[in-house]
Structure formats: C-alpha cells, structure tokens
C-alpha cells in the first residue's frame, strides 16, 4: 500500500482541520489504518487507528473528544477530522497501514507509511 497524506495547514487554536490518506494499491480495504504525529523534539506517537471495516476506532487520551478517524474504503482513503484544535497538537502528521485487520497503536504493526503533512496551531 503506497499513501499520500493532504490537509495540512495553519489554523488558530479552537479551529479545525481534516487530514486526508489517499491509498494505492488492493488490499487498503483489509487492513486497519493508523494517525502518528511527530512533534517538534519528540519521538513519534500514535494518535488514532480504525479497523479493516471502519467499524471500531481508538484515540490516544490527548485527542479523544477532539479528534475523528474515518475511512471510506470504496475511495481508498482514511481521514483525520481535528477539531477544537490546541498549539500541543503542532506536528507532523503521518498515516499509516497495519499488518492486520484489526486497530492496532504500536509503530511496529505498521508497515506503509506516507510522507507526512505539517499541521501549525497558532495560539
């Protein structure tokens, strides 16, 4: 699975953002999709992942309530909806395609990464 991450940009603490994973390839639609983020001087972490059908979801406790990962599969892609965005949430963001089916937050379950796209909260 080759991804290709959109939707970044500069947004003012409050306000809101939908990221966007276009996937190539047939088997995006058997496999669970994840959201890591990087922020500046830190290590890699997970932020939210969906299973193989879109039916079961999982948030790190830093974005629950704010943040919503969906995905459509008969368009090959997986979104990111942030809202109520702070300045902590500045990074960059990357999706991700698991090994398995199911929801998984560990790097090491995933084995396609995209590029990444910059999100900037202004405070």
């Known amino acids: 699975v080759q991804l290709q991450a959109s939707g970044g940009g500069l947004v003012q603490a409050g306000g809101s953002l939908r990221l966007s994973c276009a996937a190539s390839g047939r088997t995006f639609s058997s496999v669970a999709m994840g959201w890591f983020r990087r922020a500046p001087g830190k290590e890699r972490e997970f932020v939210a992942a969906?299973?193989?059908?879109?039916?079961?979801?999982y948030y790190a406790d830093s974005v629950k309530g704010r943040f919503t990962i969906s995905r459509d599969n008969a368009k090959n892609t997986v979104y990111l909806q942030m809202n109520s965005l702070k300045p902590e949430d500045t990074a960059v963001y990357y999706c991700?395609?698991?090994?398995?089916?199911?929801?998984?937050?560990?790097?090491?379950?995933?084995?396609?990464w995209g590029q990444g796209t910059l999100v900037t909260v202004s405070s």
């Open positions: 991700a395609a698991s090994t398995g089916q199911t929801v998984a937050i560990m790097t090491y379950d995933y084995s396609s």
């Open positions: 969906i299973n193989w059908s879109g039916a079961s979801t």
